[in-house]
């Protein structure tokens, strides 16, 4: 495998979030960006090159059965900010959140063949911009605060329930030639002891933040990117998503539409 194709899985989940937070976005829960920290510690991956340890990195990351995703994500159709925090798992389960702008907050939770959403006021507003305000308002009155349900095999799911596809985004990122990855410093990621790549393709610059305990999972990527900018923090990995069906009323829109 080439480490180009570590980046390039990143970049997939980028592209990912980008095209599924305008049907949905939100305040992420708990998310955001991971601190990472310069700390002093013995050499990690002694006598192994950058392209070495972006190998291992790609080789446990992909082999994970599940993880989180948080993070900063630019929206090319709004020219806006996407802030995501998903956990998700080879299953096709996930649950999380997603926010555009800090405009409201929209939950997703996937389970078997259902996909499950619950907007606040702000966010159904924010997305319903431009329309007449009766329909902002009967939108509103309808679903804010309410979780709603549909078939997570149907058309309107489908942008939302492609993200939960972490088989996709670990299994179908291919690397794109030569780069130059070099080592960095030691640091911490949210207080797990990582190492930092610095990768090199063209004009664009990344960043990546791989651990230096236990497997050598992925913890942070950033990218300098014109095309493709943003930052994404990668945890838990390998542990349960959680993705249960909410309990209460539940608004059934395959029955609402018929």
Same mark, same amino acid.
């Given at each position: 495998?080439?480490?180009?194709?570590?980046?390039?899985?990143?970049?997939?989940?980028?592209?990912?979030?980008?095209?599924?937070?305008?049907?949905?976005?939100?305040? =992420?829960?708990?998310?955001?960006?991971?601190?990472?920290?310069?700390?002093?510690?013995? +050499? !990690?991956? %002694?006598?192994?090159?950058?392209?070495?340890?972006?190998?291992r990195?790609?080789?446990?990351?992909?082999?994970?059965?599940?993880?989180?995703?948080?993070?900063?994500?630019?929206?090319? +159709?709004?020219?806006?900010?996407?802030?995501?925090?998903?956990?998700?798992?080879?299953?096709g389960?996930?649950?999380?959140?997603?926010?555009?702008?800090?405009?409201?907050?929209?939950? #997703?939770?996937?389970? =078997? $063949?259902?996909?499950?959403?619950?907007?606040? +006021?702000?966010?159904?507003?924010?997305?319903?911009?431009?329309?007449?305000?009766?329909?902002?308002?009967?939108?509103?009155?309808?679903? %804010?605060?309410?979780?709603?349900?549909?078939?997570?095999?149907?058309?309107?799911?489908?942008?939302?329930?492609?993200?939960?596809?972490?088989?996709a985004?670990?299994?179908?990122?291919?690397?794109?030639?030569?780069?130059?990855?070099?080592?960095?410093?030691?640091t911490?990621?949210?207080?797990?002891?990582?190492?930092? #790549?610095?990768?090199?393709? =063209?004009? $664009?610059?990344?960043?990546?933040?791989?651990?230096?305990?236990? +497997? !050598?999972?992925?913890?942070?990527?950033?990218?300098?990117s014109?095309?493709? !900018?943003?930052?994404?923090?990668?945890?838990?990995?390998?542990?349960?998503?959680?993705?249960?069906? !909410?309990?209460?009323?539940?608004?059934?829109?395959?029955?609402?539409?018929?």
């Amino acid at each position: 495998m080439r480490r180009t194709t570590l980046v390039a899985l990143c970049l997939t989940a980028v592209t990912t979030a980008s095209l599924t937070g305008c049907q949905s976005g939100t305040d =992420g829960g708990g998310g955001g960006a991971a601190a990472a920290t310069a700390s002093a510690s013995a +050499e !990690p991956f %002694a006598g192994l090159s950058g392209d070495e340890i972006a190998d291992r990195a790609l080789k446990a990351t992909t082999g994970a059965r599940s993880l989180r995703m948080t993070g900063d994500v630019a929206d090319d +159709e709004s020219g806006g900010t996407i802030r995501i925090d998903m956990a998700m798992d080879r299953q096709g389960e996930c649950a999380g959140t997603m926010s555009l702008d800090g405009q409201g907050e929209a939950e #997703l939770i996937k389970t =078997g $063949d259902t996909l499950y959403m619950k907007y606040d +006021e702000r966010f159904l507003r924010a997305q319903s911009e431009g329309e007449p305000k009766a329909d902002t308002d009967a939108a509103v009155a309808l679903l %804010a605060g309410r979780w709603t349900k549909t078939s997570a095999t149907g058309q309107d799911a489908e942008d939302m329930t492609g993200f939960c596809d972490l088989d996709a985004m670990l299994d179908d990122a291919e690397g794109s030639g030569s780069t130059d990855v070099t080592r960095g410093k030691t640091t911490t990621v949210d207080g797990t002891p990582a190492i930092v #790549l610095h990768e090199k393709d =063209g004009t $664009d610059r990344t960043t990546l933040y791989v651990a230096t305990e236990g +497997e !050598p999972y992925l913890l942070r990527f950033e990218s300098a990117s014109e095309k493709d !900018p943003g930052a994404l923090t990668f945890s838990a990995y390998d542990e349960p998503v959680g993705a249960k069906a !909410p309990t209460g009323k539940i608004l059934d829109l395959d029955a609402l539409t018929g």
